[in-house]
């Protein structure tokens, strides 16, 4: 407190001192970070909600994307031009905001989410008898896959996701989540999201189908392994923004799976409760989640915004 009330002094007696100066001039450089910040930020604080969202997107978009791919009867190539386009739509929303809005950004996880559903459905599988379900006999008009299987498919989604992250490298722009505030850098952000939502498809597929694990023990294999990840925060050797990307690629074949459990017939390990009513119930869930972000934020907005005003 003594040494508080000796430096207001110093500014008040010597107002063109030089410590006056530098303190002046460190409280408008303090200033001028936070209305960056502030102005700048485009993406979510990392928390448990976070996760939760990421969690009920990606699984939607599995159950909505075999809605309309299977279901409804699209098919897997005109079900992934028309949610391509909608994902384009999308990012371009979030682009153009100058701040973080809820409903802009888990937009955006969605369209990924389900375009990456149809986008791994058209690399890995084909037409046959083996990936239609019930008496479907067709999938909609054009090519219905390229049959390139699960591993093959996974291979060039990671290779893909790989070149994304030397090229994000090369930049010198940050991967931590929470200090991406260029255009640039979200654009990077974004393509790395849709990547790694296909992959994730793929990979949930993959053990849905292929393992032997069935849904319920595929998930419950991802669970495991998120679990482990979330225990590494604590070994300083590693890096959290390491765990977070690794973390943000497993959720997606959680959803994956969960979304199969969800929607497969009970004879092949499944609820059977379809996919228009499981992907009913996860948007409802999914919009009261981000209505209720959207209100922290436009809470925890003002009194920043009044901070900022104070001091400019």
Do not use: C
């Not at 084909?126 to 219905?144: C, F, N, R, V």
């Not at 999201?193 to 849904?215: K, P, Q």
């Not at 969800?262 to 092949?268: G, S």
Request: glycine share 10%; net charge neutral; proline share 3%.
């Amino acid at each position: 407190m003594q040494a508080a009330h000796s430096g207001r002094a110093r500014r008040a007696d010597e107002p063109t001192g030089s410590d006056g100066k530098l303190e002046k001039s460190e409280l408008l450089a303090d200033v001028n970070v936070a209305t960056s910040k502030n102005v700048m930020k485009k993406l979510p604080e990392v928390t448990l909600a976070f996760w939760i969202m990421k969690i009920a997107a990606t699984t939607l978009g599995e159950t909505a994307g075999d809605l309309f791919a299977q279901t409804l009867g699209l098919g897997y190539f005109l079900t992934t031009v028309a949610l391509s386009l909608i994902f384009v739509v999308t990012l371009v929303v979030q682009l153009r905001s100058t701040y973080y809005n809820p409903f802009f950004y888990w937009t955006v996880i969605l369209s990924t989410s389900m375009a990456g559903t149809t986008m791994s459905d058209f690399m890995n599988r084909d037409a046959s008898a083996t990936y239609l379900s019930g008496d479907t006999e067709s999938l909609g008009w054009g090519p219905q896959g390229l049959g390139l299987g699960y591993p093959t498919g996974a291979a060039i989604l990671i290779s893909l996701l790989i070149a994304i992250f030397v090229l994000w490298k090369f930049t010198g722009l940050t991967f931590s989540i929470r200090h991406i505030v260029t255009f640039r850098g979200e654009v990077l952000f974004w393509s790395a999201i849709l990547v790694s939502n296909t992959l994730g498809t793929s990979m949930g597929d993959f053990l849905s189908d292929s393992s032997g694990l069935g849904y319920a023990g595929g998930a419950l294999l991802v669970t495991g392994l998120l679990a482990g990840l979330l225990a590494l925060m604590w070994v300083p050797v590693v890096p959290n923004v390491l765990l977070f990307w690794i973390a943000f690629v497993l959720t997606r074949p959680l959803g994956a799976t969960v979304g199969d459990f969800l929607t497969k017939p009970v004879a092949k390990g499944g609820l059977d409760l379809g996919t228009a009513g499981s992907s009913a119930a996860l948007l409802a869930l999914l919009v009261g989640l981000v209505s209720y972000a959207h209100v922290q934020e436009r809470r925890s907005a003002g009194p920043r915004n009044e901070v900022v005003a104070e001091n400019s």
